[in-house]
């Protein structure tokens, strides 16, 4: 009898670690913003975080906007004194963690705005990933603060 319970405990554990456990990766996308458009500048910028609770590293591997023509995956590189931009095939998101994307480092970067992004305007975004995840999120644009250390 005692050893039949024991079984039957066992059994009810692996089957809750199978519901627990995704057998593929899952990616959310949080706080997406755009950056205010700055005059003469044709295209845009968007960060916000990717965050990827499941086992297996995930990449975002496109992005799209009806807003504009086309959206690249941007890092910037320091390059000698200068930091440059650099368009990335893709975004690696390892397993478990998540990756910011933010002024000065990874962002998206939106070509051939269809008109200026302007302060309260909100544009969806569709964001592609290789384990064919497809997030549409809704990104707010807002004015780009910068951080200032002492300022004196
Ligand atoms: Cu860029």
């Not at 692996?14 to 458009?37: D, K, N, T």
Request: aromatic share 4%.
């Amino acid at each position: 009898m005692r050893r039949i319970l024991h079984i039957t405990i066992i059994s009810l554990c692996i089957a809750l670690l199978a519901v627990v456990s995704p057998a593929f990766a899952e990616v959310e996308v949080e706080s997406l913003w755009l950056r205010e458009s700055i005059p003469g500048q044709p295209n845009g910028a968007g960060f916000g975080t990717l965050r990827n609770s499941g086992e297996e590293d995930v990449l975002l591997v496109a992005a799209s906007s009806s807003i504009a023509g086309d959206i690249q995956i941007h890092q910037h590189v320091r390059e000698g004194e200068q930091m440059r931009m650099e368009q990335m095939d893709a975004l690696v998101v390892p397993a478990g963690e998540s990756v910011s994307l933010r002024p000065g480092g990874y962002h998206l970067m939106l070509m051939e705005l269809i008109g200026p992004l302007v302060i309260d305007e909100q544009h969806e975004i569709i964001l592609i990933f290789s384990n064919g995840n497809e997030i549409t999120v809704t990104a707010p644009v807002k004015a780009l603060v910068t951080n200032h250390h002492g300022g004196h």
